[in-house]
């Protein structure tokens, strides 16, 4: 799947989708994503460049303090909303391209952007197995040990970036860690912390995701 631009018509679509999320709007949202299947606007763009944009200005206001807690689990409500009606959709690859488990790092509960992830990379046609959120370092070693061709690991905060380290010296003392590729990602990880903790690959964004699932198992 990769990025791609939109006509005019489905670029102003978009905007109004992300803005609906920003509006804590769900019933508009359902509305925007079934106009935006029926125009034809790809339903991983409208994922991509809709919901998931949405999700971060959110995280702006956030920032600036004119959300509040509240009101940013109201956007993940109506950005969900509307994932549930687009992830059936996605265009599906057909045939076995791997196993990728997927999980965000201890301490942290912020698992929309993995949620994303994960329906990019099962509908490029890899088999994912959801490790959920708030993980231990064991289970991503034993998820591992089971038998995986990827570990990717999100985290949304400064204060639970340094579990992924954790993870890869726990791979490295297993023995484990010449049998995985580890991928990081969430919007505080960069390519240099993921290079500086020994991590195959980084990307910031569900394309950047699927792109190096590809690239690290090719
Ligand atoms: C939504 C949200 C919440 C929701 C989470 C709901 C949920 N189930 O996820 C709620 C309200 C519960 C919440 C709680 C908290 N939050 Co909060 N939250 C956010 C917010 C606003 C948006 C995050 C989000 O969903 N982004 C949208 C998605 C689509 O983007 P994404 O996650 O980055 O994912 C994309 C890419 O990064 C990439 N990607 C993601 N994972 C992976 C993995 C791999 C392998 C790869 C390759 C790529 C990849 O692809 C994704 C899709 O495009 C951010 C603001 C921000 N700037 O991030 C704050 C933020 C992360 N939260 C923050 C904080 C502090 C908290 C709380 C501690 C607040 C509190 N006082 O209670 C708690 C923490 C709870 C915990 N222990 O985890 C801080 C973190 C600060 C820091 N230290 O770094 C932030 C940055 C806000 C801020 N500016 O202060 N939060």
Same mark, same amino acid.
């Given at each position: 799947? !990769?990025? @791609?631009? $939109?006509? &005019?018509?489905?670029?102003?679509?978009?905007?109004?989708?992300? @803005?609906?999320?920003?509006?804590?709007?769900?019933?508009?949202?359902?509305?925007?994503?079934?106009?935006?299947?029926?125009?034809?606007?790809?339903?991983?763009?409208?994922?991509?460049?809709?919901?998931?944009?949405?999700?971060?200005?959110?995280?702006?206001?956030?920032?600036?303090?004119?959300?509040?807690?509240?009101?940013?689990?109201?956007?993940?409500?109506? %950005?969900?909303? #509307?994932?549930? +009606?687009?992830? !059936?959709?996605?265009?599906?690859?057909?045939?076995? =391209?791997?196993?990728?488990?997927?999980?965000? /790092?201890?301490?942290?509960?912020?698992?929309?952007?993995?949620? +994303?992830?994960?329906?990019?990379?099962?509908? &490029?046609?890899?088999?994912?197995?959801?490790? *959920? =959120?708030?993980?231990? /370092?064991?289970?991503?070693?034993?998820?591992? @040990?089971? *038998?995986?061709?990827?570990?990717?690991?999100?985290?949304? %905060?400064?204060?639970?970036?340094?579990?992924?380290?954790?993870?890869? +010296?726990?791979? $490295?003392? &297993?023995?484990?860690?010449?049998?995985?590729?580890?991928? /990081?990602? #969430?919007?505080?990880?960069?390519?240099?912390?993921?290079?500086?903790?020994?991590?195959?690959?980084?990307?910031?964004?569900?394309?950047?995701?699927?792109?190096?699932? $590809? =690239?690290?198992?090719?």
């Amino acid at each position: 799947m !990769e990025k @791609r631009d $939109e006509p &005019a018509i489905s670029a102003e679509l978009l905007t109004r989708l992300a @803005r609906a999320v920003v509006d804590l709007q769900p019933a508009l949202v359902i509305d925007l994503c079934q106009q935006a299947l029926k125009e034809g606007v790809a339903p991983d763009v409208a994922l991509n460049q809709g919901l998931a944009k949405g999700m971060r200005q959110v995280g702006e206001k956030f920032a600036a303090r004119e959300y509040f807690v509240p009101e940013v689990l109201l956007a993940a409500k109506a %950005m969900y909303a #509307g994932f549930d +009606i687009l992830k !059936e959709h996605l265009p599906q690859k057909q045939g076995y =391209r791997g196993r990728v488990a997927l999980g965000v /790092v201890q301490g942290d509960i912020h698992d929309i952007g993995k949620n +994303i992830v994960k329906v990019m990379v099962q509908a &490029a046609g890899f088999e994912v197995i959801d490790l *959920g =959120r708030n993980v231990p /370092v064991e289970r991503f070693v034993a998820a591992v @040990r089971n *038998g995986v061709d990827v570990l990717g690991m999100s985290s949304l %905060m400064t204060t639970t970036m340094p579990n992924m380290a954790k993870v890869v +010296i726990a791979l $490295e003392r &297993a023995g484990l860690r010449n049998r995985v590729k580890v991928l /990081v990602g #969430g919007a505080p990880v960069t390519k240099v912390f993921a290079e500086r903790i020994g991590a195959d690959g980084y990307a910031d964004d569900a394309y950047g995701a699927v792109k190096e699932v $590809e =690239r690290v198992l090719k």
